[in-house]
């Protein structure tokens, strides 16, 4: 039986750039995907950075210090421990990993939980330059080259991104047809060389209801003795 993979597609929005000299995230989106499909499951959240937002940022995100006024911090059980039970021990895909993984990191030292080590992230960036040398990689670029739509990013938004973020990574593995591969699964390094997956330590968890399962065995039932499910 093939294996399912599971990755998250996330993405960061902060106050500013350089997480060393005391910028910030205000914001995380991720998204799910099983065998590179994200499957619509999602999680986001607005974060109070405990200083302010700069012009760029506004700029950019269109995030101002009175829209995070009431945001939770960073440290707060719903927003750490919601976004470390949605990524689990899986493999974490960003563009430009190295960004939102310093300041993850940061964030994470900074309340006391252990960092996420480097080999879990894979970076699209990377992966794009090592595929069309020379072509801009950024998100917008990578979007217009697989035909995805930039209709609603007025703005940058974490979970927004996330979403553009998992469409440009299926269309970097090959695409839609690649993700339905019966081959077992596979990595990306954040290099970009592909490396088989690592085996998950508990399996996930069905995600069949009792009924469906049930409607199912009752379905096999009106096959007859000899079909191919009653098979060993």
Known sequence: MTKLLREIAFDTETTGLK????DRIIEIGAVEMINHIPTGKTFRTLIHPRRSVSVDTVRITGITDEHLKDAPFFEEEHVIGAFLEFIGDDILVAHNAGFDRGFLNMELALCGRPLIEDHRFIDTAAMARKKYPGAPASLDALCKRF???????????????????????LELLGGRARAFSF??????SESGERRAARQRPTPLAPSLTSSEQAAHATFIETLGPDCLWKQA
């Open 19 to 22: 997480p060393n000299e005391g």
């Open 183 to 188: 081959d077992a699964p596979t990595e990306e």
């Open 147 to 169: 035909e995805i739509s930039l209709e609603s990013r007025t703005l940058h938004g974490a979970l927004l991104d996330s979403q553009l973020l998992a469409s440009v990574y």
